[in-house]
């Protein structure tokens, strides 16, 4: 069986970052990637300095050539399906039937979506998005949608758009809204639609318009949803990392999880969205701490 000092669950930023600051501390890591990262739906990623409006497969495609310089890292395209405790070390078990041993694991396996009408999807990453950090300038002055269920939601979501555009609408797919949210909506003039959402309409990803049960059809071409977050595998369950009362994996801050040798970084950690920056700046800190460890072990 291969041996390796540790292997990193994840090729997003948090996974290449980490496999490159330890590579850099010459530990010999073995990086899993898929390929499910959830942004790879997005034509341009915006607000990482000096890759502002990068393409997300150019993003991973600069790390990969990062690390190759650095001969004790090797990476893999295998997807991980389960990891086992074995005294000091763990055995990483792939979905190609094989296994390898590691002494440290990092999990950076990101999230993925849940979205409240499936139709959603063909749209998201187009001109449908979450993060109004993201993908806000691009849409600015645009007549847009909201679409969120949730009051709370709806009510951070709507205000923090306002600052992109004014000219926004209010889709809450069935859920009713406080009087309170509603009157201060209106004194900014956004419509909200309280009923259920039909279909939406667009082309290659543009929406144009959003049609709901009371057969009302809204033209808009573009806007925000709030979807709900999940972590794609239970790899951080099986291996028994504690989680806390609203899903987030417990760490120390810097990465190290309640069992030994677990260690997390970016989105998964809370399965909650961030950024590709606070993802990286994750990446990096787990990786010092893995390599600490390592290194007050062997001293
Ligand atoms: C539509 C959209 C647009 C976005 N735009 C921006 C933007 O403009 N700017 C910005 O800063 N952020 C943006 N984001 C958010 C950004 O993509 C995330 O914050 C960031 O990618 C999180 O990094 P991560 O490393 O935690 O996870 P991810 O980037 O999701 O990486 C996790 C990786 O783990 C791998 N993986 C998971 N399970 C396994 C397994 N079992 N075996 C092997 N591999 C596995 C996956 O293949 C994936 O590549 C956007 C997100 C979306 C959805």
């Not at 059809?217 to 504690?242: D, E, H």
């Amino acid at each position: 069986m291969y041996q390796y000092d540790c292997i990193i669950i994840g090729g997003g930023p948090a996974g290449l970052s980490a496999a490159l600051t330890l590579g850099r501390a010459r530990r010999k890591i073995l990086l899993f990637d898929n390929g499910t990262n959830r942004n790879r739906v997005t034509q341009e990623s915006h607000g990482y300095v000096t890759r502002d409006g990068i393409k997300p497969h150019e993003f991973k495609e600069i790390a990969i050539t990062e690390l190759q310089s650095y001969p004790s890292i090797s990476i893999s395209d295998q997807t991980v399906i389960e990891i086992k405790k074995d005294d000091q070390q763990f055995v990483v078990n792939t979905s190609n039937n094989i296994s390898y041993l590691t002494e440290k694991i990092l999990l950076a396996t990101g999230i993925q979506e849940e979205f409240p009408i499936p139709q959603i999807r063909q749209y998201y990453g187009k001109s449908l998005f979450s993060c109004p950090y993201c993908d806000g300038w691009e849409l600015k002055d645009k007549p847009l949608a909201i679409i969120a269920e949730s009051e709370a939601h709806i009510n951070h979501m709507t205000k923090l758009l306002y600052n992109w555009s004014q000219d926004l609408i209010v889709f809450t797919n069935g859920h009713q809204l406080s009087d309170i949210i509603q009157n201060e909506f209106q004194r900014k003039k956004i419509m909200v639609y309280t009923a259920i959402i039909k279909n939406l309409h667009g082309d290659e990803g543009n929406l144009y318009s959003i049609e709901l049960e009371t057969g009302e059809n809204i033209v808009r071409s573009g806007g925000f949803v709030v979807p709900s977050f999940y972590r794609p595998n239970n790899l951080a369950i099986q291996l028994n990392c504690q989680v806390d009362e609203n899903g987030g994996i417990i760490t120390d801050n810097a990465g190290r999880t309640t069992v030994s040798g677990v260690y997390v970084a970016g989105e998964t950690e809370k399965a909650g969205p961030s950024s590709l920056m606070i993802a990286a700046a994750d990446g990096f800190k787990a990786a010092t701490s893995i390599n600490l460890d390592l290194t007050l072990l062997r001293f």
